[in-house]
Structures are given as C-alpha cells and as structure tokens.
C-alpha cells in the first residue's frame, strides 16, 4: 500500500529564508505522483506543486521547488524568500497509477517568524 | 479563474439527522473527489466519480452514498449523522485527459454534529 510520511509536525523559519519540508514515501507502482498542498488555518486545500515518476527534472512553482530523489523516495518541498503569509500546515500526497485517489502525509506546520 | 465550488459552507445539525453537501467542479472537468479532514488530521479519501460513474471507493461509512449528476456537480449524502462524523469535508475536481493527475480542491463543507 502507498504511504506518505512527514516527519516534522512544526518548523521555524524566518522571513525571507529558504525552508525545506521533508517528504518520503512508499509505493511498488513504477507509475505515480506527488503532491504539495497548503492548507491556512482558513481550511482551504490550496495546490502548490506536482511531480509525475518519469519526470525527468524537478518541477518548480515560482518560490516553490520539489527536491524529487527517486532512488531514497523522497520528494521535499522547497520554498524560497520566506513570507509571513507562508505560515500554513502543508500536506505531501501522492496517487499511485490506476487510482487517481490521493493518500497524504500528517502534515508540517511551518511558522514564519518576522 | 473558476474554482470548485461547494455548498454549503457550514452546516450544522444533530446526532441522527441527514446531511446533503454539493460540489460543483471546475468547468470541463470529468472527475469529482470527497474527501474527509478530521480536526487536526490529514484529508482521507471517501469516493471519487468519472463520468458519473463511480470510479473508486475509500473509507466510506455505508450510511454515507453519493453521486454525479450530468452536469458534473456532485453531492454526498450522509445519514444517521454520528458526533464523529464532525470534519472539514473536502470536493477535488481534475480532468483525467491532462498529463498529471491534478486535483483542485474546493473551499470544504466544514459539518459540524452536535
């Protein structure tokens, strides 16, 4: 079965830093995709950034890069130049193919400090 | 740009009523997702519809059912409502014929069970 794992429940940042948020997963499928979503403390589920398996390079979003490691099964978020309006819970998903249903990790919450 | 749309945005009822909430997809999109977001969890798949055909199943209670309607919008109906039925209750909506499995989430029904 896919699995998403998120090992940092919190993370600290200051404004205008760089942050890494952490994401590994566990799929036998050779076919899938990773997910990033923000999700405010409004509750808005808000898509950041995807990574297909056989993508070649790693995809970018403006401030927003996914480090995709095929071999270790990690995919961490990147975000550049911190904003104070970054702070969010921040969830990694993937599907595996022949199911476009998304299991998800237990999220990070990051705080950007002023 | 059009984004999902759900109704309503917050409900509230008591132990052993129904609830119906809609979903109204992304203009010219064919796949409809529910997902379930307990306080402080992570977003659990409930069903999901592609053509109005139910395409894959999750963690649905049998006293919850849905469909897609010919237009595309979606409802999911819950009955003999429980107090952990509580949650943010999310409608994705993708278009199966672009190159990723894109999911774009809507605001989230939040139901509150007293």
């Known amino acids: 079965a896919q699995k998403i794992t998120q090992t940092q429940p919190g993370m600290f940042v200051q404004e205008k830093e760089a942050v890494t948020l952490d994401c590994t997963y566990d799929t036998s499928d050779p076919s899938y995709g990773l997910f990033w979503y923000k999700q405010p403390s409004s509750g808005e589920m808000i898509f950041l950034i995807y990574q297909g398996s056989y993508d070649q390079q790693n995809a970018t979003e403006g401030r927003y890069s996914l480090n995709f490691q095929k071999a270790r099964k990690s995919a961490n978020l990147v975000i550049s130049a911190s904003q104070l309006g970054d702070s969010a819970m921040y969830f990694c998903?993937?599907?595996?193919?022949?199911?476009?249903?998304?299991?998800f990790g237990k999220g990070t919450k990051l705080t950007v400090n002023p | 740009a059009a984004g999902v749309i759900q109704s309503p945005r917050h409900l509230i009822k008591e132990k052993r009523e129904t609830a119906t909430l809609k979903c109204y997809p992304i203009?010219?999109?064919?796949?409809v997702y529910w997902y379930q977001q307990g306080p402080g969890q992570d977003p659990q798949f409930l069903i999901s519809f592609y053509e109005k055909m139910q395409s894959d199943k999750g963690s649905i209670p049998d006293r919850f059912s849905a469909q897609q309607f010919s237009d595309y919008h979606s409802e999911l109906n819950m009955s003999s409502l429980e107090l952990g039925d509580s949650a943010l209750y999310f409608c994705a909506s993708s278009f199966l014929g672009l190159p990723s499995y894109e999911q774009y989430f809507g605001p989230g029904t939040r139901l509150t069970v007293t």
């Open positions: 998903a993937m599907y595996q193919g022949g199911s476009e249903k998304l299991v």
């Open positions: 203009p010219r999109h064919d796949t």
